[in-house]
């Protein structure tokens, strides 16, 4: 199954250079032929593992395509995939050949089939529901076939908008109940009123998606799903950028984002929150997660959400982005399956609220730091003053100036971001050495080194990882385990991201480009590789201890994707392990063993895999009392776990002496954002057993032993 995982970030790059290709004339007067030239080419000569353009990747890509244009299989019938067919094994001919026969056949027959779909939907929208009746809808595209009539089509449009409604009908029965209790003497409306009511708003919705979506997507755009779905072939992390999506690229690299403050990625027909910025709008709200799924989403001055499952993800965006101080309501299914009314105030969010923060906590008579780091970002223009691992030793040198005897950093939920300045970070922690390998297509590898020998810690350290712990988060953690520098606490293992990508500009590799913006090219250039020779690439980085989250048993890593490139191995680098001793394997064991007997984390765990059985629920009644008791039972199923957002830890943080100096004439609410993330790490059961193991080394650190070059 195609899964069209979306980065919606460049943060998750590892490198931003320039590719050097043999000199090659490119001359089309037809702008998608030159377009297909181009790729194909830089693919070719550009991508670190370029897969042969041969039978097998057409049917691939055939597949794939169709799956992308139609997943839901309520637009092309039977005799259209036979019509299409014929292709299956030509594609890679007709690219090669430059030739887009394919496409054409393709688009013009989804334009016929979009048409004819308007009619579809607002026919079964014209007509009562009958929610007494005992049908199920499955939402398992998997599961489907191609319909061979009209009528079947009908009726798949049928129960996949009554399941839509569904939804829509009980938050009005929810609504006019809510209504009641408040005034006794209100009039509640019929069933057949709300019914009513409930299809019109998935009629609004739905009449939205088409005219303000699909209807104005140019040919172009189209194009631009058919040369994704080429390249995506390769491996998951190169993607085509679009010239309109290269200019949303753009204005969020300029470094505001203007909206609720979360990053989104399509999977499937759902529409992900991957990432909260920290300091924005909904991460202040406190009420939505990583992981949670947006299904529809209302402006303050409509009547009716808007239905966003299944529609592409640039246009859900505009539906979800907005004006500062504009509210917008949504709709969140949440991993455990409840949904929820989440209304949010849009806001300016400066990318600056990503930057690293630092907290002194005491326990007992020790005083330990946290550093939180929610990527490695940089400012290539201006490197030497705005780059993560430069703040990092800020904070450590503030931490230090108020005691610190040992140091937590937090790199969950971190997708990565800049190669420079995460060996630059790890440099801050040891004398120094090697601390990543990079290795491109028939090349020598590159190691790249720690050359300062400064130390700004050189204490004992613990590092936070999880499952969403990525590309220069793993290059940190692999090198401190390696390094014996430090002990990793998290999941079982981290992301497996282990590739590098260039952003090429398709413009530059035209001398005079009379077409128009062609766009740009996320490549896949190079792998890299931990010290010890190993890759992190799907494996990730194993942590020392290994703690339950909530995504322990959920599909999110890098070998769930579709085209990942493979694990392999090269030869170590020469370097030196970290020169103090601890007890290394009784501090672990100590840790394994408390964790092993912590309430919180079993109840965590227990609650992971209720989720994930929730998420292989895929089979839905249609009949309103059956689903209805569904959602109540989940509802009730769901507060066994509300004890988790109530943990408390007897531990208190608090901002250093320089954040302090900064509250009294701040104008940016630092002082309400820190209190907030200082609440939430007194909640946090990962953090409180870092603080715990900081204790335990603390004892067993100031030992200097004997230093062994490693060599393989």
Not at 163 to 185: C, R, V, W
Not at 251 to 262: D, F, N, P, V, W
Not at 271 to 286: D, M, Q, T, Y
Not at 602 to 612: F, M, R, S, T
Request: with cysteine; charged share 35%; aromatic share 10%.
């Amino acid at each position: 199954m195609k899964r069209n995982y979306k980065v919606l970030s460049l943060l998750l790059l590892l490198a931003f250079g320039s590719c050097s290709f043999t000199t090659k004339k490119f001359s089309n007067p037809d702008k998608d032929k030159l377009l297909v030239q181009i790729i194909t080419f830089v693919l070719e000569q550009g991508h670190f593992d370029p897969i042969a353009m041969n039978d097998e990747f057409s049917s691939e890509l055939f597949s794939d395509y169709i799956e992308v244009l139609d997943p839901v299989k309520r637009y092309f019938y039977e005799s259209d995939y036979r019509d299409f067919e014929k292709y299956k094994y030509f594609l890679d001919n007709q690219l090669k050949a430059t030739e887009i026969t394919f496409f054409n056949v393709v688009h013009e027959r989804m334009l016929k089939r979009i048409e004819e779909a308007k009619k579809i939907y607002k026919e079964v929208l014209s007509e009562p529901f009958d929610y007494t009746i005992d049908e199920v809808f499955d939402t398992n595209n998997d599961n489907r076939e191609f319909v061979r009539s009209r009528k079947e089509m009908k009726e798949r449009w049928r129960k996949q908008l009554k399941f839509s409604t569904l939804s829509n009908y009980d938050d009005i029965i929810e609504q006019e109940k809510d209504a009641k209790e408040k005034d006794p003497s209100y009039v509640m409306k019929t069933e057949a009123q709300i019914e009513k009511e409930a299809r019109e708003a998935t009629l609004s919705s739905i009449d939205i998606y088409f005219n303000d979506n699909i209807d104005d997507l140019q040919r172009e755009d189209w194009f631009a799903i058919y040369v994704n779905t080429i390249v995506e072939e390769f491996d998951p992390h190169t993607y085509y950028l679009a010239p309109r999506g290269k200019e949303d690229f753009d204005q969020r690299m300029s470094g505001k984002l203007e909206g609720i403050g979360a990053r989104l990625q399509k999977r499937m027909d759902y529409i992900k929150i991957v990432e909260l910025i920290s300091g924005g709008p909904a991460w202040r709200s406190g009420k939505l997660e990583v992981e949670d799924v947006i299904l529809k989403v209302k402006q303050e001055d409509e009547e009716f959400p808007v239905n966003i499952v299944g529609m592409r993800i640039n246009d859900a965006i505009k539906y979800i982005k907005g004006p500062k101080g504009t509210k917008v309501t949504l709709t969140i299914k949440k991993v455990d399956g409840t949904i929820k009314d989440i209304v949010i105030t849009r806001d300016v969010v400066e990318l600056v609220e990503t930057f690293a923060k630092s907290s002194i906590v005491n326990k007992g008579d020790k005083k330990f730091g946290v550093i939180n780091l929610p990527a490695f970002y940089v400012d290539f223009k201006d490197y030497k003053n705005v780059n993560a691992a430069k703040d990092v030793k800020k904070e450590i040198e503030r931490l230090k100036s108020e005691g610190m005897e040992g140091l937590v950093l937090d790199l969950r939920n971190n997708g990565g971001g800049s190669l420079p300045a995460v060996v630059d970070m790890a440099g801050l922690f040891i004398k120094e050495g090697p601390i990543v390998q990079v290795r491109s297509t028939g090349e020598a590898k590159e190691v790249l080194k720690d050359m300062d020998k400064s130390i700004a810690w050189d204490g004992p350290l613990v590092i936070l990882v999880n499952e969403i712990s990525a590309s220069a988060s793993e290059i940190m953690a692999a090198a401190m385990q390696d390094y014996k520098r430090a002990i990793i606490i998290g999941s079982k293992q981290t992301y497996g991201k282990g590739t590098v990508q260039n952003v090429i500009n398709l413009n530059n590799m035209l001398r005079n480009n009379m077409s128009g913006d062609l766009g740009a090219l996320a490549l896949t250039t190079q792998k890299y590789y931990r010290i010890n020779g190993g890759s992190v690439q799907l494996e990730g980085v194993k942590s020392d201890v290994k703690v339950p989250g909530r995504f322990s048993f959920i599909d999110v890593g890098e070998k769930d994707k579709d085209n990942p490139l493979p694990w392999d191995e090269i030869d170590a680098a020469e370097y030196t392990p970290w020169e103090y001793y601890f007890d290394y394997n009784e501090t672990v064991r100590k840790s394994k063993e408390r964790m092993v007997n912590n309430e919180q984390l079993k109840l965590i765990e227990e609650n992971a895999k209720w989720v994930k059985s929730k998420i292989d629920e895929t089979v839905f009644s249609l009949n309103y009392k059956t689903y209805k008791a569904k959602l109540d039972l989940n509802e009730e199923e769901s507060k066994k776990f509300d004890a988790i957002s109530k943990y408390q830890t007897n531990l208190t943080f608090q901002s250093h002496g320089y954040e302090k100096s900064l509250f009294e004439n701040d104008t940016t609410d630092l002082r309400e954002k820190r209190e907030r993330w200082h609440k939430i790490l007194s909640q946090d059961v990962y953090i409180e057993e870092a603080l715990n193991v900081l204790e335990d080394l603390k004892i067993s650190y100031p030992i200097k032993k004997v230093a062994s070059t490693v060599r393989k």
